[in-house]
């Protein structure tokens, strides 16, 4: 079966632009979950949506948003990118996002701000 | 969620049975342990999840003991390719898994397998 997709791979944007992210999960699985990884921070984790609502929420700023639509599928916008937003972002997609089932991550969106 | 503590790095060789010890000393009734791996820029990937006593698939072991404070991820005559971070992390059995905090990721064991 098909795993997490996550598009684009790599992207590079300007301090101040926003930018979109794309994660399609595993057929059947309606919960997604978003997590940043820098070499200094590590995995931190952003938000999670099931069912297209947000239930669960990291400490990151307001200018970290996501959404989830009907078919599972999730994005997550940074608005005002900081040089600091440069980051591997890696989407989990799990069938409840309850213990016993694990979750898949996908390959990640690089992200580079310049 | 309780917090894990894991060696920051270990070393090994090839052919050799590696086991990677996790604390997890708050562990509340309903919690899983899991490990993930990571390979560089890529995402981490599930290798075995458990609740209590031993799991066992293709590729991994896992040993709860009975106070579930702690387990033991073992790898089995390990190659070159087993090289990688592996993460213990502890999921909630709730309706929510990772819980009001997502899944805590620490930072990890660094296995480096010599040939």
């Known amino acids: ?114 | 969620l309780a917090k894990t503590t894991q060696p920051i790095s270990m070393d090994s060789y090839e052919g050799q049975e590696v086991n990677i010890t996790c604390s997890h000393n708050n562990i509340a009734t309903n919690d899983y342990i899991t490990w993930y791996q990571q390979f560089p820029s890529q995402g981490p990937r599930f290798i075995i999840q458990g609740y209590k006593t031993k799991v066992t698939n293709e590729v991994a072991s896992l040993f709860i003991p009975a106070d579930r404070k702690s387990s033991t991820l073992s790898l089995p005559r390990v190659s070159l390719s087993d090289t990688a971070v592996y993460y213990c992390l502890v999921e909630s059995g709730g309706p929510s898994g990772g819980g009001a905090d997502g899944l805590t990721f620490g930072k990890g064991t660094h296995l480096i397998i010599q040939p």
């Open chain 1, 1 to 114: 079966k098909a795993g997490v997709t996550q598009t684009p791979r790599y992207l590079i944007k300007t301090r101040g632009q926003q930018v979109t992210l794309s994660c399609s999960p595993i057929s059947g699985h309606r919960s997604v979950s978003w997590y940043q990884q820098t070499p200094g921070q590590g995995l931190q984790f952003l938000f999670e949506y099931f069912s297209e609502t947000q239930r669960n929420k990291g400490n990151f700023p307001g200018r970290f948003s996501g959404r989830q639509f009907s078919n599972s599928r999730s994005e997550m916008n940074v608005s005002t990118l900081e040089l600091g937003d440069s980051a591997l972002y890696l989407c989990a997609s799990s069938l409840e996002g309850a213990g016993g089932y694990g979750y898949t991550f996908g390959s990640g969106t690089r992200l580079t701000v310049v």
